[in-house]
């Protein structure tokens, strides 16, 4: 972004669909179904309808590669229910404070 590339494939129209191979499944794509979702998510306002479906996507894409549970799990203070809240919460709320 700051060299002025685009650092993402062209997107399609509607979500994008990252290249085909290991992220297909007999049956379905996971992106198809992850698409799917997020678009039904966001009609029923369970997610933030004003992002692009493609931003959601890549976010959960992104999160996927995320080093942050297997640091936390390395350092043995917290279970992997802990750990898994915790990630789930930064991922769908951001890290604002929310009141009690």
Same mark, same amino acid.
């Given at each position: 972004?700051?060299? +002025?590339?685009?650092? !993402? #494939? =062209?997107?399609?129209?509607?979500?994008?669909? =990252?290249?085909?191979? &290991?992220?297909?499944? *007999? +049956?379905?794509?996971?992106?198809?179904? !992850? +698409?799917?979702?997020?678009? $039904?998510?966001?009609?029923?306002?369970? !997610?933030? =309808?004003?992002? &692009?479906? #493609?931003?959601?996507?890549?976010?959960?894409?992104?999160?996927?590669?995320? &080093?942050? =549970? *297997?640091? !936390? $799990?390395? *350092?043995?203070?917290?279970?992997?229910?802990?750990?898994?809240?915790?990630?789930?919460?930064?991922?769908?709320?951001?890290?604002?404070?929310? &009141?009690?």
């Amino acid at each position: 972004m700051v060299d +002025g590339r685009d650092h !993402l #494939e =062209p997107l399609e129209a509607g979500v994008a669909q =990252p290249q085909r191979g &290991p992220m297909q499944r *007999g +049956g379905g794509d996971v992106s198809d179904r !992850l +698409g799917a979702w997020i678009v $039904k998510a966001q009609a029923d306002a369970d !997610l933030d =309808p004003a992002l &692009p479906p #493609e931003v959601v996507l890549y976010t959960i894409y992104a999160r996927a590669c995320d &080093p942050v =549970p *297997g640091v !936390l $799990k390395a *350092g043995m203070r917290y279970s992997d229910g802990q750990i898994v809240d915790w990630v789930l919460a930064t991922c769908m709320n951001g890290l604002r404070r929310r &009141p009690t």
